[in-house]
């Protein structure tokens, strides 16, 4: 009879990408992950295999979990601008989390290895694809509902919407502070402000 494992495998890879993100993959060696998991060499090789599949599995955890977070705000109630809203200020308060956003950072170590990894670089660009969609879709809907402009290129928008989410884990890392985190989300939903013809003033985020 196969032994049951006495720990949360879930748990040890948001362990995971709690220590990538911090030391980035080759920043990362197997006594910095044994202290940081909780567990011993063994029990990693057994059931992650090498470093390499351990980080695979938590970037491949981290994403797939922003895309369901993603894909509930995205069909959740409200317009079109708040649900946008809520996908950022969900992601910002994260990042100026200073535990939590260790974890994000796990995607700029994954772009980083992705040029050498052609299996990484493909889950990366099917799951960016992914959170287009999950945008684009929404805003399709928000275009049925009129609450979007039809001549709007809304394909478009939702590449610029990712871009922004990604931009913003990127420019947490660089040492972007909350305040200017908040900014760049006053500059996207005022993009959607001038869709939908209120011009480009700065926006109340107390008001959305």
Same mark, same amino acid.
């Given at each position: 009879m196969?032994?049951?494992k006495?720990? !949360?495998t879930?748990?040890?890879?948001? /362990?995971a990408?709690h220590?990538?993100?911090?030391?980035?993959?080759?920043? *990362? =060696?197997?006594?910095?992950?044994?202290?940081? #998991?909780?567990?011993?060499? %063994?029990?990693? +090789?057994? *059931? +992650?295999g090498? /470093?390499?599949? &351990?980080?695979?599995?938590?970037?491949?955890? +981290?994403?797939?979990?922003?895309n %369901?977070?993603?894909k509930?705000?995205c069909?959740?109630?409200?317009t079109?601008?708040? /649900? @946008?809203?809520?996908?950022?200020? *969900?992601?910002?308060? @994260?990042l100026?989390?200073?535990? #939590?956003?260790?974890?994000?950072?796990?995607?700029?170590?994954?772009?980083?290895?992705?040029?050498?990894h052609e299996?990484?670089?493909?889950? #990366?660009?099917? =799951?960016?694809?992914?959170?287009?969609?999950?945008f684009? *879709?929404?805003l399709?809907?928000?275009v049925?509902?009129?609450?979007l !402009?039809p001549?709007?290129?809304?394909r !478009?928008?939702?590449?610029?919407?990712v871009h922004?989410?990604?931009?913003?884990?990127t420019s947490? /890392? &660089?040492?972007?502070?909350?305040?200017?985190l908040?900014?760049i989300?006053?500059?996207?939903? =005022?993009?959607?402000?001038?869709? %939908?013809?209120?011009?480009?003033?700065? @926006?109340d985020?107390?008001?959305?």
């Open positions: 196969a032994r049951t006495a720990f !949360d879930n748990e040890i890879l948001y /362990k990408m220590v990538f993100g911090n030391r980035g993959y080759e920043g *990362t =060696s197997l006594p910095d992950l044994i202290q940081g #998991l909780g567990i011993a060499r %063994q029990s990693i +090789y057994d *059931t +992650y090498t /470093k390499w599949e &351990l980080f695979f599995a938590a970037v491949r955890h +981290y994403m797939d979990q922003k %369901q977070e993603l509930q705000h069909e959740g109630p409200g079109v601008v708040e /649900k @946008v809203e809520l996908a950022f200020t *969900t992601i910002i308060k @994260v100026v989390d200073p535990e #939590l956003r260790l974890q994000c950072f796990i995607i700029s170590s994954a772009i980083e290895q992705a040029p050498h299996e990484l670089a493909a889950y #990366l660009h099917e =799951s960016i694809e992914l959170s287009e969609q999950i684009y *879709t929404m399709e809907r928000a049925e509902e009129g609450g !402009d001549e709007v290129n809304i !478009d928008l939702a590449r610029f919407l922004e989410r990604i931009a913003l884990i947490a /890392k &660089l040492g972007m502070d909350e305040p200017r908040v900014a989300l006053q500059m996207v939903l =005022s993009v959607f402000r001038t869709i %939908q013809g209120q011009g480009s003033k700065a @926006v985020l107390n008001e959305v």
